[in-house]
């Protein structure tokens, strides 16, 4: 679709979507991808009592599973390399320099490196389901530099079909000047998490609200119990007929007197024949601590994470925990890889160009065993020595270039030299013994 056919479908589309009805192949798509009001949506299944305002970002990261697990999965995407390679005759080809690469290499914009943009992009998928940028381009007209949107103020992306060009997308969207926009895919770089439309990923604070709240409250029940010097609740009976008003002020007073680790060993003078009794609670037959830790699993469940990321380590062993830091990266991170990379390839990537995230930056294990991977690797011909020095982060040397086979002395393509014996030589027959 060309600009002009695109512009023509933006105010057709801008046009539809401020009518009631749907018209002109304009459909408004859920916010969440999951909110139609006039389907059988799974939130529109949940009953609505019980839930109250969706749950903010704050009180959700407030939860130490939920922060730590962010924390873990925004740094492994960070921190692994997102190559931009062309297709060439003898394989791929890394593209450093391009502006598209530098995007994703260095710096992001004026302000953010590269690192803190992807760190970023992949707390909005996992938390809103959506990550969108502004996207700033140079006198070429290439993308040289991306400003995150906030997820909250991107609107329902709006899609325009036809028949002859398929379908297209707008987004409304709210700019860090605070304007408000309609902008078209060309300078909204938008990516959906996990999704059940193809448009826009499920929001998790709103799908998984009743966890979140739950995990939240244990920790509140904490935070009470022992703000409370860690007392159970207390019942102030007296026989005597006490107004509303007045039962109001005699439980501002106890709770103003003796509220508090800091009143704690106060002595009480009750009048009125006022007699206080203490509501028991036991916190080992309600399983507090079950509880805390079954929702440190489920908050582990609901981002993908072994539970020993989150220092869950109840079921782990020495012998599992390193198999489950390998299917962390296999089936959490991998899925997070290839949507960023696509999505980065279908939005910036010239003829012939992809991007390609490099999770083997993460698989580093212990040197020994390392090296002894390399040592096959250069054996088998695989790598070259100066191959295996940039993974290690040294420099090249002269002749690593060449790829060896065998014990690793021998360059492939080249006869193997004669053998030298380096045994001393035999002593001489000393001719005094004839004699």
Avoid at 97 to 107: K, L, S, V, W
Avoid at 151 to 170: K, M, N, S, Y
Avoid at 229 to 242: E, G, M, R, W, Y
Avoid at 344 to 367: C, S, V, Y
Wanted: net charge neutral; proline share 5%.
């Amino acid at each position: 679709m060309g600009k002009k056919s695109r512009a023509r479908a933006a105010a057709r589309a801008l046009s539809a979507s401020t009518k009631a009805s749907r018209t002109d192949g304009a459909i408004v798509a859920g916010v969440d991808g999951m909110n139609d009001v006039g389907g059988s949506t799974m939130l529109n299944l949940l009953p609505a009592a019980g839930r109250g305002a969706p749950i903010g970002e704050t009180e959700a990261l407030s939860i130490p599973a939920v922060l730590r697990a962010l924390e873990v999965l925004c740094a492994l995407f960070a921190m692994t390399p997102l190559h931009y390679l062309r297709d060439t005759p003898n394989g791929k080809e890394r593209v450093d320099n391009a502006p598209e690469a530098m995007i994703f290499r260095r710096r992001a914009n004026n302000v953010q490196p590269a690192y803190l943009l992807k760190e970023v992009m992949l707390g909005d998928l996992l938390m809103r389901g959506k990550f969108g940028a502004y996207v700033h381009r140079d006198g070429l007209y290439r993308a040289d530099k991306l400003t995150r949107l906030d997820p909250a103020g991107i609107g329902a992306p709006v899609q325009h079909w036809d028949r002859t060009d398929g379908l297209e997308v707008f987004y409304d969207v709210q700019l860090p000047d605070g304007k408000r926009e309609r902008l078209t895919r060309n300078d909204c770089w938008f990516v959906p998490g996990f999704s059940r439309d193809g448009l826009v990923g499920l929001d998790r604070l709103k799908l998984l609200q009743d966890t979140i709240e739950a995990a939240a409250a244990t920790s509140q029940f904490a935070a009470r119990f022992w703000q409370n010097n860690a007392q159970p609740s207390t019942v102030l009976t007296t026989k005597a007929k006490v107004d509303k008003a007045e039962k109001q002020q005699i439980r501002a007073d106890w709770q103003d007197r003796f509220a508090g680790p800091r009143n704690a060993g106060g002595v009480a003078v009750l009048d009125q024949e006022l007699d206080a009794k203490f509501l028991s609670h036991n916190n080992k037959e309600a399983q507090y601590l079950e509880v805390r830790q079954f929702y440190v699993v489920e908050i582990a469940r609901a981002w993908g994470v072994p539970p020993h990321v989150l220092f869950e380590l109840s079921r782990a062993t020495f012998s599992n925990i390193e198999q489950q830091s390998l299917e962390l990266i296999l089936y959490c991170m991998m899925g997070h890889f290839e949507r960023v990379a696509a999505h980065a390839t279908h939005q910036f990537a010239r003829d012939g160009h992809f991007f390609e995230f490099e999770p083997a930056a993460l698989l580093k294990g212990d040197i020994l065993s390392r090296y002894q991977a390399y040592s096959l690797a250069v054996d088998k011909g695989i790598l070259n020595p100066n191959e295996i020095r940039r993974r290690e982060n040294l420099n090249d040397r002269e002749g690593g270039d060449e790829y060896r086979v065998g014990s690793g002395s021998t360059i492939e393509g080249q006869q193997p030299g004669k053998q030298i014996d380096h045994r001393p030589p035999a002593p001489a027959p000393d001719p005094t013994e004839d004699e």
